[in-house]
């Protein structure tokens, strides 16, 4: 009930594509649902996040829309670019007197020119 | 304003040794958060502190600890190293709950390999 499914695995998209990353989970009490972005030898940065009581959320070229019912949530990044090429993790978390959050297992994206 | 630093950034030991890790957070970040990174395994939590004190702990066996000190750096030690726990340790901090509306920011990781 903590797991938190993403797919695909690897997307390859054309510059100026817009890929669509998808996570599900299991558990309701979860409460606040974050993307992080991460290229190889960093650590994973936030791109943005998203509470049950909104159904999309957009920053910048990033949306988050989320479907409470079906337990769902996805990433679109609009206007893709090569440098948006990365692994992108979505998580799940409830918080309980600190924070114990749940990840989902990457998207590798590349974009290409 | 200096990022999330962890030391050493590479790290090589043998079965059986024990290693401790060191994260400095941000200045004025009172929790910080451990993960451990796998390939087969992902991002999985290890554990959060704020003000010194353990608040949440992930599913990870007891030779996985860590502590906090006043000035909020952490660290965290793994005993008795086993050929599995080879992966990038990471560290988060954030001002209070990452959750709550406070973001959470990464240190670029240790990366830990056992022999």
């Known amino acids: 009930q903590q797991q938190v499914k993403q797919s695909p695995q690897s997307l390859i998209v054309q510059k100026g594509g817009i890929p669509i990353i998808n996570c599900a989970y299991e558990n309701t009490a979860f409460d606040y649902f974050p993307w992080y972005q991460q290229f190889p030898g960093k650590g994973p940065a936030l791109l943005i996040a998203i509470r049950p009581d909104v159904s999309e959320k957009k920053e910048g070229r990033f949306t988050i829309s989320f479907n409470k019912s079906a337990k769902q949530f996805s990433l679109h990044i609009m206007d893709s670019q090569p440098g948006d090429s990365a692994t992108y993790f979505c998580?799940?978390?409830?918080?309980?007197?600190?924070?114990?959050?749940?990840f989902g297992p990457g998207t590798r994206l590349s974009v290409l020119p | 304003k200096a990022g999330v630093t962890q030391t050493p950034r590479y790290l090589i030991k043998t079965r059986g040794q024990q290693v401790t890790l060191s994260c400095s957070p941000i200045s004025g970040h009172r929790s910080v958060s451990w993960y451990q990174q796998t390939p087969g395994q992902g991002l999985q939590f290890l554990f959060e502190?704020?003000?010194?004190?353990?608040?949440n702990k992930g599913n990870f066996p007891g030779r996985f600890s860590g502590r906090q000190f006043s000035n909020s750096r952490s660290e965290m030690n793994v005993s008795t190293l086993e050929l599995g726990d080879s992966a990038l340790y990471l560290c988060a901090s954030s001002l209070d709950s990452p959750g709550q509306g406070d973001e959470q920011y990464f240190g670029p990781g240790t990366r830990l390999t056992v022999t």
């Open positions: 502190y704020f003000s010194e004190t353990q608040r």
């Open positions: 998580a799940a978390s409830k918080y309980n007197y600190g924070q114990n959050f749940v």
